[in-house]
């Protein structure tokens, strides 16, 4: 609630700093162009925080899952390809990326949940391992020029929304669903907040921890579709600053690091807080720099008064207790208060 | 020698590293000139005084992301300010300077992780992102080519000299600094409360906290130790390359970390050795320098880096999971007898 509140003054305020460039549909447009990639990637990010994992290799496996599908349409797709078999090949390509990303994530719940490395340090591993197979399968080159049916799911816009918006929401809502509406969700829930009680009450958590990693890899191929389509490029070195961008709108959305909390609503309000300052920022033509402070600043801005306003609530808490108990005593009647168990042997 | 030496973490580096230099000089004799030597310790100097910090910080059960731009922004503000003076003297005043703006930014790291009890990684990745941005966005974002003099002159300034070849190859003087704080870092975690106080947060905080432990005043010195440590590394870095690049070294602090962890620190606290991460740093630094050596396209670094991540993280857990089976089966076995 505290964070709609945040999205609400930053979207009002810059309404009002630049109503002529910041109220326009230009503008709204162009914003909804320009979070769903790493809006993706933070839904990758959000699943594994919640396990209290966390997942270092989401950029790695965009770019590869990217590559390999850039690759399937450069390479593989008959030059003087037309009609349906451009669409047949696309297809394969987005099934490359996906499978890709499914495999990626795979072999991160594997070295996290079957060899129990710990996932910080298993998923920078498989970052630096990711990101090198791709250097080595473009040797460091970008992979460009696809057909118009790929660009536009990166460029083009149904009625007033663009693709892009669109997959996002199809894949926000979806997760909305996955944790709220299924057993899958419940479990993931359950084990973030405590391990040892999920284990004994008969969920499996190594399979949980290889499904979460295995969905955080297919968000993060789906991403990297994303960015494939709207750059019309593929390169292994693309969004490195992202890793640091997905770990923030989590964290901002309300996503506790330790495990068990955060929800998909949080997680967009968070995006769309982030979105409109970087908008608002480029139109009272802030550098890129100052963007970048900026959200390093929110996040620790948040964290702390996220901090603040929970002791203060726990102290609150105390205090009532307290307050109750001292009541209930002087009902039960002053000897009953003085009385202790054990006290007179 | 002591009890289970030989499964040590720093034994089974050491040996990784003596069998690496073996195939390596075998395939290619330039690995084993002074000059290819002399090069190798002059690229470990900078990230192995950053892997000092980051193993105390390590050590202490935390982990900081943020030192690379810490060094980034002391070293290129450290020259800001004394290039419009033309200052002309000693190098140690850049030293000075560099290390001073670090310790104020480790402090800032330290406020944010001790009086709101905030998560280590979130913080620093906060901290990393803001005072990279405000560097970039108040203070500047072009290089400084002008050095002061000192610091050019500090870039030839070398320990011994060896001519072979009818070349000349120096052996930087950065190193002495490097041991010397290797020292000091082991003399503290090994010999002072500070350093006994270090390992107890890192193994468990409660403890820690019970055994009487200042774990305020022990985060307030590790974050600020480490942001030292940083613009050290900062002027060391800037004087290297004769240049002040403001987007250099951020991106790197992964790397620093692996070799840390790859040197036996374990990323949940409480272990971690001088000895394990000087040697981290080294096999790290030897496959980002010697691959091309091989014949292996460089392209293949990260690929190998990746790897050995893995490898050097998988095998210690596993082995410590096997253990701990068959110690449970004894106990198991004791009971039923």
């Given amino acids: 609630m505290r964070l709609l509140a945040i999205t609400v003054v930053v979207f009002v305020t810059m309404s009002l700093v630049r109503p002529d460039r910041f109220f326009t549909p230009d503008n709204f447009s162009s914003m909804a162009f320009q979070f769903p990639e790493f809006g993706l990637l933070a839904i990758a990010m959000m699943i594994t925080m919640l396990t209290g994992g966390i997942d270092l290799s989401i950029v790695g496996i965009a770019n590869l899952s990217g590559i390999l599908a850039a690759l399937t349409l450069t390479r593989l797709m008959p030059p003087d390809a037309a009609g349906i078999q451009v669409v047949l090949y696309s297809l394969l390509a987005v099934a490359i990326s996906l499978v890709t990303g499914i495999a990626c994530g795979l072999f991160n719940g594997f070295l996290i949940g079957y060899v129990g490395i710990v996932p910080i340090l298993a998923t920078l591993g498989t970052m630096q391992l990711y990101t090198g197979i791709a250097i080595v399968i473009t040797q460091g080159a970008a992979v460009y020029g696809f057909p118009d049916i790929i660009t536009f799911l990166g460029n083009g816009s149904l009625w007033i929304f663009p693709v892009p918006f669109l997959i996002f929401g199809a894949f926000a809502l979806a997760f909305s669903l996955l944790l709220n509406k299924t057993s899958y969700g419940f479990k993931l829930y359950l084990m973030g907040t405590n391990p040892t009680a999920a284990r004994f009450s008969g969920i499996d958590n190594t399979l949980m921890l290889l499904k979460t990693y295995m969905l955080s890899g297919l968000m993060a191929a789906v991403a990297g579709f994303v960015v494939l389509a709207r750059t019309n490029s593929a390169k292994a070195d693309y969004g490195s600053s992202y890793t640091l961008q997905a770990i923030l709108i989590a964290v901002l959305g309300g996503v506790n690091p330790s495990g068990g909390f955060g929800t ?11 979105q409109f300052l970087s908008s608002g920022f480029n139109m ?3 550098s890129n720099f100052f963007k970048e402070f900026i959200w390093g600043a929110v996040l620790l801005v948040v964290m702390v008064v996220n901090y603040v306003s929970n002791t203060r609530s726990n102290r609150e808490q105390a ?3 307290r307050e ?5 005593d002087v009902a039960r009647g002053a000897e009953s208060s003085v009385w202790r168990p054990g006290a007179q042997d | ?35 290819n030597l002399f090069d190798l310790v002059r690229n470990s100097i900078v990230p192995g005084i950053f892997a000092l910090g980051v193993l105390i910080v390590i050590a202490s059960g935390g982990i900081d992301v943020s030192f690379t731009a810490v060094a980034a922004f002391s070293m290129f503000v450290t020259a800001k300010v004394l290039v419009p003076y033309h200052f002309e003297g000693t190098i140690l005043l850049p030293f000075a300077i560099s290390a001073t703006i670090g310790l104020v930014l480790g402090l800032l790291n330290a406020v944010f992780i001790s009086f709101f009890k905030l998560d280590t990684l979130i913080v620093t990745l906060g901290t990393q992102s803001m005072y990279r941005g405000f560097m970039l966005a108040f203070i500047g974002a072009m290089e400084i080519t002008n050095l002061p003099p000192a610091m050019i002159r500090f870039s030839r300034f070398f320990l011994v000299e060896v001519t072979q070849n009818r070349a000349t190859y120096g052996l ?45 005043a022990l985060q307030f010195f590790i974050y600020g130790f480490v942001g030292f440590l940083a613009g050290v590394g900062g002027i060391i870095h800037s004087s290297l390359v004769r240049t002040a690049r403001p987007f250099d070294l951020v991106g790197t602090e992964l790397n620093v970390i692996a070799a840390v962890v790859l040197g036996g620190a374990r990323i949940t606290g409480g272990h971690g050795s001088v000895v394990g991460t000087l040697l981290g740093v080294t096999l790290v630094v030897i496959i980002n320098n010697s691959l091309i050596l091989l014949g292996i396209s460089s392209f293949w670094q990260q690929v190998v880096l990746g790897a050995l991540i893995l490898l050097g993280t998988g095998i210690p857990t596993l082995q410590a999971r096997f253990r701990a089976r068959r110690a449970s089966v004894l106990v198991a076995e004791e009971g039923a007898g």
């Fill in chain 1, 264 to 274: 998909v609503l949080g997680l967009v309000l968070a995006i769309l807080t982030l």
């Fill in chain 1, 284 to 286: 009272l033509r802030f």
């Fill in chain 1, 319 to 321: 205090r009532r207790r």
């Fill in chain 1, 324 to 328: 109750a108990e001292r009541q209930a």
């Fill in chain 2, 1 to 35: 020698m002591p009890r289970g030496f030989f499964r040590k973490t720093e034994f089974v580096v050491a040996l990784t590293i003596g069998a690496l230099c073996l195939v390596i000089g075998t395939v290619n004799p330039i690995f084993f000139t002074v000059g």
């Fill in chain 2, 172 to 216: 930087h003087f950065g190193i002495v600094i490097l041991v010397v704080a290797a020292i000091l870092v082991s003399l503290l975690l090994r010999k002072t409360m500070l350093g006994r106080g270090i390992y107890a947060l890192g193994g468990d905080r409660t403890a820690a906290e019970r055994a009487g432990f200042n774990i305020r």
